[in-house]
Structures are given as C-alpha cells and as structure tokens.
C-alpha cells in the first residue's frame, strides 16, 4: 500500500513538471487513513484575458469610438450596426469561440450595455478543466423596469432577468446578420436564461437563489450542470449576470471573477 502511494505521488509530481502550464491545481485532503488527491478548478486564464475588452469598457463613460478602437486592437473579427459593435474569434483546433459586444445609446453614444461569452466544445483536456460556457452581462437597466410595482422581490427578479433576455437577443441579432458564427454560439445564453426562467415560471419562489453569492443551479440539456448569478443595483440602475457551465462550478465560490462579480 505504502509503495502504490509512493508511486502515485511520484506520478503526480512528473504531471506537475510535464504540465507545469496548466491550471490544474491539487489539494490533499484525508479521507479516512489515506490520502486523496482533490483538483481545484480555478477559472482558465484564456478566458480571463479574452474578456479584458469586455471589462475595459466602461457603462455610461466608454464611447462608441474608444470601444470600436479597443477591439480593432486584437485580432478578432469585427462586425458592427449602428448601434452595437462586436468582435468574434474562434480557434478550430481547441474547438473555443469567443466574443466581446457593447451597444450604445443612439443619442450619448456611449456605451449601455456589454457582453462577454467564451465557449469550449472539448472542456477537458488532460488536467485542465475548462468552463464549457462562461458569460458575462452588464447593462443599464431602463428605470420603468426597476421602478415598477411588483407584487414582491421574486417578481421583480424575474422581470429584470427577461429584460436582460430580450435586451441580449436585440443585440445579437443585430450582428447575427454580418456573423453567423456570432450568431450561432450567441444561442447558448439565451438558451441558459430561458431554462432558468421556465423552471421560475414553475416555482416563482426560487427566484431569491439568482441574487444569491451561491447562484442559482441549472441543467443544460446539451452542456450539463451550470450556475447563474443576477446583480440589481437600484441606485446606479446596473445589472450584471454571469452565467457559468461545466466542471469550474463546482469551485464557483473560489474563483476570483465571481468573487468580485
């Protein structure tokens, strides 16, 4: 027994050095008289560098012009309409696709709302686990919608998460027209927002979990598990989503762009 765990955490140290470029961290936890080797998954860090344009925008200050000379930095594809401007990249061989949208008011033009979306179709790769989806929403929220009267919180949950549903779809079905691939992995958080509110539509009282630091749990009926998290802010009139799917949620609460979501 004493040789078996000698060997295994040899092996362990060998993976560690081979793959020293991989997040894949290990903690030891004792379980009974043996030792078990736990993985922490820690949010990729493709995924954090791939939405720097995202959080580089800024709601209410960043202009259509600074935003537009933002992503025509990166190598992205660019596609815009007159009120929204997108970038969309994809890398074929790892099977990830990711894109960066900001729309704006017509008027001010600065920016009201933004959108981030990475997207993995092999999430696990030797140690690594990637999230499989990973979207991030910000918009100023039209005060009639925060304002009204509701019959009580749960309520007034759901109806700011449609809002934030439709606002999205308008938005992407602006770009849809200029990237069908945009278009194509721009489903998945419609897809996500619609489970959720089916199942409220069911059980209104849950609404509660999506303002939770917890989440609120779901199940993709192609991805699998996954947690969404909605943010009201009253004062500033901002709401922020961040919706998660694949093995990363089982560390939701360990992973630094939830904790400062």
Not at 4 to 18: G, K, R, T
Not at 43 to 54: A, M, V
Not at 101 to 121: C, G, H, P, Q, V
Request: proline share 2%; charged share 25%; glycine share 4%.
């Amino acid at each position: 027994m004493r040789r078996n765990q000698i060997l295994s955490a040899l092996l362990l140290v060998v993976c560690a050095v081979v793959f020293s470029g991989c997040e894949a961290i290990y903690q030891v936890s004792s379980e009974g008289s043996e030792k078990a080797f736990r993985p922490i998954h820690k949010t990729p860090s493709e995924s954090n560098e791939l939405s720097i344009p995202f959080y580089a925008t800024k709601l209410g200050e960043s202009t259509s012009a600074q935003v537009l000379e933002s992503y025509m930095n990166t190598s992205d594809t660019l596609s815009q309409s007159e009120s929204v401007i997108g970038i969309y990249g994809s890398d074929k061989k790892q099977k990830k696709a990711w894109f960066n949208i900001a729309a704006f008011n017509e008027e001010s033009l600065t920016s009201t709302r933004k959108y981030f979306l990475s997207s993995y179709d092999r999430p696990t790769e030797w140690f690594v686990k990637k999230e499989k989806l990973r979207f991030e929403a910000e918009i100023v929220m039209d005060r009639a919608v925060l304002d009204e009267a509701y019959a009580n919180a749960d309520a007034k949950t759901i109806a700011v998460l449609k809002k934030v549903r439709a606002l999205y779809n308008a938005d992407i079905q602006q770009l849809t027209k200029y990237s069908r691939d945009m278009g194509n992995i721009g489903m998945l958080p419609n897809q996500s927002m619609n489970i959720v509110l089916t199942t409220l539509s069911q059980n209104s009282s849950q609404a509660g979990k999506l303002l939770d630091f917890e989440g609120f749990d779901f199940d993709h009926p192609t991805l699998n598990e996954g947690k969404i998290r909605l943010k009201i802010d009253d004062e500033s009139g901002i709401v922020k989503l961040k919706i998660k799917i694949g093995s990363v949620i089982d560390t939701w609460d360990e992973q630094e762009d939830v904790k400062a979501f």
